[in-house]
C-alpha cells in the first residue's frame, strides 16, 4: 500500500531534550516536506527537499533540522525543544517538487513541557 | 506575500442541502490551487488541482472552479460522511512550496 507513515504518533516531552521524528515514503517520491498545524494558523511549512542531500527551509524552521540521506526518508530534528514547538505535524511527499499531489503521513502531535 | 483565506471558518448544512465553501487567494502568479480534505486526526488527503481560470473538477459530490482572485468548492446533496475540514493552497509560480488556508470545518447533519 502507498503510503507516507510517521513515528511517534505521540510524543510528551520536556524542554531541551532532543528528539527525532521520522518520516517514510514508499512512493518513490522525489519531494518531501515537513509542515506544523497550529490553531487559527493553518499549516505552515518548515522544510523541504526536492532530492536527496536537497533540503531548503520553508516558512518556520526555527528550531528544526532535517536531513534526506536517502530517498525515501525524511527525519525531522528538533534539537532543543520548547514548548512553542508544541504542535501537530505532518509529512508529505509527491512524485516531484513540481507534482503538488501530495500525499500526507497520519500526523505526530507533540507536547513539550 | 501569497495569501490564502478561506470562508466560513465552519458550516453547518443538513443533508442534501447543497453549498459552497469560498478560498480566496492573492499570488505572484498563479502555478496551481489544490483542494484538500482532513478528517479529525489525520492528514490532509488530496482532492483537486486546478491551473487556471475557468477550469472546474468534479469528484463525487463535490465540484472545484476557479477564477482569476477565488475557488469554490461546491458541495451537491451533501452526506455526513462528507463532514470535514477542507483545506485550500496555493502555489506559485516558480514556488517550491504551497501557502495553506485556515480550512473550512464542514459538518453535514443526518
Known amino acids: 500500500e502507498a503510503q507516507v507513515t510517521q513515528n511517534p504518533r505521540y510524543l510528551i516531552t520536556v524542554t531541551g531534550k532532543k528528539l527525532t521524528v521520522t518520516c517514510s515514503q514508499n512512493?518513490?517520491?522525489?519531494?518531501m516536506s515537513w509542515y506544523r498545524q497550529d490553531p487559527g494558523l493553518g499549516l505552515r511549512q518548515i522544510y523541504y527537499?526536492?532530492?536527496?542531500?536537497?533540503?531548503d527551509k520553508g516558512d518556520v524552521p526555527e528550531g528544526y533540522k532535517v536531513s534526506r540521506k536517502e530517498k525515501r526518508n525524511f527525519p525531522l530534528i528538533l534539537e532543543s525543544p520548547s514548548p512553542n514547538q508544541t504542535s501537530l505535524y505532518f509529512c508529505?511527499?509527491?512524485?516531484?517538487?513540481?507534482?503538488?499531489?501530495?500525499?500526507f503521513g497520519p500526523g505526530t502531535r507533540l507536547t513539550v513541557t | 506575500e501569497d495569501q490564502v483565506t478561506q470562508s466560513p471558518e465552519a458550516l453547518r448544512l443538513q443533508e442534501g442541502e447543497s453549498s459552497s465553501l469560498n478560498c480566496s487567494y492573492t499570488?505572484?502568479?498563479?502555478?496551481?490551487l489544490f483542494w484538500y480534505r482532513q478528517d479529525p486526526g489525520k492528514g490532509p488527503e488530496f482532492l483537486f488541482t486546478?491551473?487556471?481560470a475557468g477550469e472546474e473538477k468534479e469528484k463525487e459530490r463535490l465540484k472545484a472552479t476557479l477564477t482569476k482572485k477565488e475557488s469554490f468548492l461546491h458541495i451537491t446533496a451533501p452526506k455526513p460522511e462528507d463532514s470535514a475540514t477542507y483545506l485550500c493552497?496555493?502555489?506559485?509560480?516558480?514556488?517550491?512550496?504551497?501557502?495553506f488556508g485556515q480550512g473550512t470545518r464542514l459538518t453535514i447533519n443526518p
Open positions: 508529505a511527499s509527491s512524485r516531484r517538487a513540481d507534482s503538488y499531489e501530495q500525499y
Open positions: 512512493m518513490n517520491h522525489e519531494y
Open positions: 527537499s526536492m532530492n536527496v542531500e536537497v533540503t
Open positions: 499570488v505572484s502568479g498563479l502555478r496551481g
Open positions: 486546478l491551473y487556471s
Open positions: 493552497a496555493v502555489q506559485a509560480s516558480g514556488a517550491q512550496k504551497l501557502v
